[in-house]
């Protein structure tokens, strides 16, 4: 089933548990209030917490944002981290706009970086491209890229006597 050589602790770490979102996702808030009733009711029976697969400190906070009146909203705050070197505004339209010019609609951002950098025009990294371009959703099939072709069906082919399907 999953695959790794730690045996029990690596099925234990990977499991995703009942909600099937895995780590780090978010849980939406109706799901939490789902799963905490389906706790209280199998706690109630005498069941364990291990069960859903969520960590205990998670339930307590599942548990503070639904106390009262909550409306189960996650208020946690995200890194409170500034980055220096992180991309303005201008920049990241700079680089939308240079990767829509119709000499660079249809390439890759492997490919318009090279272009650029040997007319000596650096905008960003090849990575930052790519991050602009999936912020707005322009990843996927640039210019004329054609998407991929479903497969063609294999033919069937049934022989009820001898001699009657040749390949």
């Not at 548990?17 to 389906?38: M, N, P, S, Y």
């Not at 010019?101 to 025009?121: H, S, Y």
Request: hydrophobic share 35%; glycine share 12%.
């Amino acid at each position: 089933m999953f695959s790794g050589g730690g045996g029990t602790a690596d099925r234990l770490k990977k499991d995703p548990g009942l909600l099937w979102r895995g780590r780090g996702g978010l849980t939406a808030a109706e799901d939490c209030l789902k799963a905490l009733e389906i706790l209280d009711a199998a706690m109630a029976a005498g069941a364990r917490a291990v069960l859903l697969g969520v960590g205990l400190t998670t339930l307590q906070r599942w548990r503070r944002q639904f106390a009262g009146d909550g409306d189960g909203l996650d208020r946690r705050k995200g890194s409170q981290r500034l980055v220096s070197h992180r991309l303005s505004d201008e920049e990241r339209q700079r680089i939308l706009l240079t990767c829509n010019e119709p000499e660079f609609a249809a390439l890759p951002p492997g490919q318009i970086v090279p272009i650029l950098a040997d007319r000596g025009l650096y905008i960003g990294s090849q990575r930052s491209f790519y991050r602009v371009l999936n912020a707005h959703g322009q990843t996927h099939r640039r210019g004329r890229a054609r998407p991929p072709q479903e497969p063609r069906p294999v033919p069937q082919l049934e022989a009820r006597w001898p001699n009657e399907v040749w390949s």
